[in-house]
């Protein structure tokens, strides 16, 4: 049943690549992304959008591979296991039902983004608090966080939306 | 309600996220009371660590480029910079060379084994920083097998920089000083006036806005004045004494004007960090 496809093979490990790219980033740039305002890049989620919002011909789960870039994100970067293996599924979910409700163009794209993407953080930092691991204000995390974050990988979105869907289609 | 319970998806959503929560707090009480994750969580660890060179070498030595080309362009300036303070540096080593060996001397008189300023270095990489807003956590590429263990100080160029909250065989998480969770150990510090005389007190505040340490609590008659160097004192056990904290910033009281509160300011590099040094309290 299973052909070979090479767009599940480009997906994978541009998951991986994308996974280790955001750590890298947030290394180089940390003086200019972890300043006064705090810019997170979040390359994985976007792939795993592009992932879910350009693939539609072959059946690829996105969530299942949401579920275990999330793992690898809390074994590797953060130590709390549990938090980015739910969250990441559920934005990809809420994105999808999003993706079938609104019309396909980059605008919606982008609203549903940034939607998510601001979901990621709150539930994240939602968890993180509720468990202790943390002491960041609400108030300072809102206002110096989620709005500088949402803003800056809005731009990523909208640089990376038109080369990742020419890539999506040419291979598939 | 029968209807509500038969539907399996609510279900299964609801027992994942039970599931989650059990997770994160097993996995926030391991980083608070055990040594180390256990052996599952430290081998995914080290595979992915493992993993993470392809993008984080290429990624770091692009990071060298840039500034090699930085550095030349410095060159001249920093030379000149440099040239002035060449000529102090002698008389100092000779001098640092000539303490060391009386106080190796005095303590094999007072037999003393090691003092609380000693400490063996273990050098090391950063590989990636979390990405994520409130964590200030970062990745280096050596472990447990390199003689990493948890709670150890991490310093940076110049001067204290965080503390060891996770080991694996191959790499361990730095957490950054900026992060001052209750759960986490609080680095004890000393500020030293012009006058020589030095109050104890516990880092136990960041404030986001300015970058500066908080050190509260302090209930001294000593006077600390602004630009007063902070360092560790090595009480506590785990921080070696005399590692460079920062310079105070502001001296403040706290909120019932009873107790002295002191802003410290850290050296710039906090944020721009490529190697950085693990100290072993010797003991």
């Known amino acids: 049943m299973r052909e070979h496809q090479p767009i599940r093979y480009v997906f994978i490990i541009g998951l991986f690549i994308s996974l280790f790219l955001d750590g890298s980033i947030s290394l180089i740039f940390s003086h200019l992304l972890y300043g006064k305002y705090i810019l997170v890049p979040s390359i994985t989620f976007a792939w795993l959008f592009f992932g879910m919002y350009f693939i539609n011909r072959t059946n690829e789960h996105v969530e299942v591979w949401a579920a275990i870039a999330g793992l690898l994100f809390d074994l590797f970067y953060t130590g709390i296991l549990g938090v980015y293996v739910i969250v990441f599924p559920i934005a990809i979910i809420i994105g999808r039902k999003l993706y079938r409700f609104l019309p396909m163009n980059i605008v919606t794209g982008l609203f549903s983004f940034a939607f998510n993407i601001a979901l990621i953080n709150v539930l994240a930092y939602g968890l993180n608090r509720l468990m202790n691991a943390t002491n960041m204000a609400a108030g300072y995390f809102l206002m110096h966080a989620v709005i500088p974050t949402v803003l800056f990988n809005s731009v990523l979105f909208l640089i990376l939306y038109v080369p990742i869907g020419v890539l999506f289609d040419r291979i598939e | ?283």
């Open chain 2, 1 to 283: 309600m029968r209807k509500f319970f038969s539907n399996r998806k609510w279900l299964t959503a609801i027992l994942i996220f039970i599931i989650c929560l059990g997770f994160i707090s097993v996995s926030v009480s391991t980083r608070n009371n055990k040594s180390m994750p256990p052996f599952i969580q430290r081998f995914g660890n080290d595979v992915v660590g493992i993993a993470s060179w392809t993008v984080a070498v290429p990624a770091n030595s692009v990071r060298h480029a840039g500034e090699t080309v930085n550095n030349l362009i410095n060159t001249y300036k920093e030379n000149q910079k440099l040239k002035a303070q060449v000529e102090t540096i002698t008389a100092t080593k000779v001098r640092d060379q000539a303490i060391q060996s009386e106080n190796d001397q005095l303590k094999r008189e007072l037999k003393i084994k090691s003092g609380l300023a000693d400490y063996n270095p273990i050098v090391a990489e950063a590989l990636v920083r979390t990405p994520s807003a409130w964590n200030d956590q970062f990745v280096i590429n050596k472990g447990s097998s390199a003689g990493v263990k948890k709670n150890m100080s991490v310093l940076g160029a110049k001067g204290l920089i965080g503390r060891v909250i996770e080991v694996n065989n191959s790499n361990s998480k730095v957490e950054l000083i900026s992060n001052t969770v209750d759960s986490d150990n609080k680095f004890p510090v000393e500020a030293t006036n012009s006058k020589g005389e030095t109050v104890n007190g516990i880092i136990n505040g960041y404030d986001r806005k300015t970058g500066q340490l908080i050190v509260g609590h302090l209930n001294t008659k000593i006077k600390i004045k602004v630009n007063d160097k902070v360092s560790t004192n090595g009480l506590g056990g785990i921080t070696p004494k005399g590692i460079y904290v920062g310079k105070v910033a502001k001296v403040t009281t706290d909120d019932y004007g009873t107790a002295t509160k002191l802003y410290i300011q850290t050296p710039a590099s906090m944020n721009d960090l490529e190697v950085v040094t693990v100290v072993d309290k010797t003991s």
